[in-house]
């Protein structure tokens, strides 16, 4: 079955990713594309390090080639913001990127871009969905490889460069120049390593890197950069003396970061600290946007600065989509993701990593120093995240119990409002919050709090662990 999520269609690989799957969702797409009247316009596609990727990249273009449909496929993997980056830059209306993201090396999966680079939306994904049942039950055809690269329908294109000078062309590079910073990366064994490096090194920053090889197991841990997977690299950082630590997920559009003094920040303090940067140190104006399961910190922020900070569902469609309709200065959320005027409209690791070196160059303080900066004026705020796996009947029972009946356990803290936007969110009159949802990449649910202090934020996520019964 092919079900498209948060973040496009993945799967175990044998399971549902398959080639026959591949071609299927290929077949779909050229469909579309035929009904729409946009196929000439072609079909670019990209890559990630994981087990069958440059394979699924082939299988999917060896249809577009039977259907008549010029394809550009780039033959070394790279990051999944270059691919949005090359739909935005030459106006393909549709591009891929074979990758299963941050997930277990199990999975792998395709994430559609859209017109101007963006995440595929629902209203697409949901179309797409529609002309896979039509296809389905029918040989889908395809070209030989060989024959299509001949035929010129397939065209084999590694477009580093421009995407890696836009980011050159948005950092202040003279800055980072004079600054001598020393940077540890971490690509996990996915595919940022050659544009962090080459952007800073043009930069003069010393990069040392560590898990660069290939590796489709990502060492035995999950390529998500988590306070968990980045011990290594907290480790190095301070062995080394770096000024920071940069990790990027599976397909390097996500961001960990660590600084000097060996310390994991959360996404939610990236993107705290690049809006407060730009906002502060840079003189930009304008909103900010988060998904509802980040941190409340950027409405304080946004607040001092006379600026708004809008809400939307998890899932980077909506950021970008909103970062659009308000000219927000950043959008992001607190999975590790983010973008900035500007840029591409999906999330870009690389650009944030440039960007935080940029800060580190510009301001002259250290990571920890901006952060306590931050503190100061603004206060606090703990977040606690925890997720849960369920059976199938669990989920049936929590969905109609919390989602349609909306009952809610009872709490200690007054409400002020409760929202079901995305699962429920309930703000609390303390300026804390807590959301939960199943999340639409994992089979698991996800309940996220944010209070003035961490040891609140434990005890209801427990309160309401307790009321859905799901303690193991
Ligand atoms: O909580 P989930 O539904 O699993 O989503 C977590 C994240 O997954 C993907 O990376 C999406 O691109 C993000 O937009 C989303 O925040």
Not at 83 to 97: E, L, N, S
């Amino acid at each position: 079955m092919i079900k498209f999520g948060t973040g496009g269609f993945r799967a175990v690989i044998g399971e549902d990713f398959t080639k026959e799957n591949i071609q299927i969702l290929s077949k779909a797409l050229c469909d579309k594309m035929k009904k729409e009247g946009v196929e000439n316009t072609g079909m670019v596609i990209g890559y990630d390090r994981r087990f069958l990727s440059k394979e699924a990249m082939q299988w999917a273009a060896m249809v577009f080639a039977a259907e008549g449909i010029h394809t550009k496929l780039i033959n070394k993997s790279v990051p999944t913001p270059l691919v949005m980056f090359y739909v935005m830059k030459h106006d393909y209306q549709y591009g891929m990127m074979i990758t299963a993201s941050h997930n277990p090396a199990i999975y792998n999966g395709v994430k559609v871009f859209t017109y101007g680079g963006r995440d595929a939306d629902e209203k697409q994904t949901m179309e797409i969905e529609q002309f896979i049942n039509e296809v389905t039950d029918l040989p889908v055809n395809e070209m030989d490889y060989q024959k299509a690269l001949e035929a010129g329908l397939i065209e084999e294109i590694y477009p580093l460069n421009e995407y890696l000078d836009s980011i050159i062309a948005a950092v202040d590079m003279e800055a980072i120049r004079e600054a001598g910073l020393r940077v540890a990366l971490d690509p996990m064994y996915g595919v940022s390593e050659t544009s962090i490096k080459t952007v800073l090194m043009t930069a003069r920053c010393e990069v040392e890197t560590i898990h660069e090889r290939h590796d489709t197991l990502f060492g035995g841990k999950l390529p998500a950069p988590t306070a968990d997977t980045l011990r290594a690299l907290q480790n190095y950082v301070l062995d080394r003396k770096c000024d920071m630590g940069i990790a990027t997920d599976g397909d390097a559009d996500r961001i960990g970061v660590i600084d000097e003094k060996g310390n994991f920040l959360h996404p939610n303090d990236i993107l705290v600290l690049l809006y407060y940067y730009l906002m502060k140190y840079k003189g930009w104006h304008g909103p900010v946007v988060r998904n509802i399961c980040t941190t409340h910190m950027l409405d304080r922020v946004a607040e001092s600065f006379g600026e708004k900070c809008y809400e939307v569902p998890v899932g980077f469609k909506h950021i970008s989509a909103k970062m659009y309709a308000t000219d927000a200065v950043i959008g992001g959320e607190s999975s590790g993701g983010l973008t900035v005027r500007g840029h591409i409209k999906g999330k870009d690791g690389v650009y944030a990593s440039a960007l935080l070196v940029e800060m580190l160059a510009v301001t002259g303080k250290k990571l920890s120093a901006i952060m306590e900066e931050i503190h100061a004026q603004y206060g606090k705020l703990a977040l606690e995240e925890r997720d849960y796996r369920f059976s199938q009947e669990k989920k049936e029972a929590i969905q109609k119990h919390l989602l349609e009946e909306k009952k809610l356990p009872e709490i200690p803290y007054e409400v002020e409002q409760i929202s079901y936007l995305d699962g429920v969110k309930l703000y609390l009159k303390n300026g804390g919050w807590i959301s939960v949802r199943f999340s639409g990449t994992e089979p698991l649910l996800r309940i996220f709090c944010e209070m003035p202090e961490a040891e609140d934020a434990k005890q209801l996520c427990e309160i309401f662990e307790d009321y859905l019964l799901l303690k193991k």
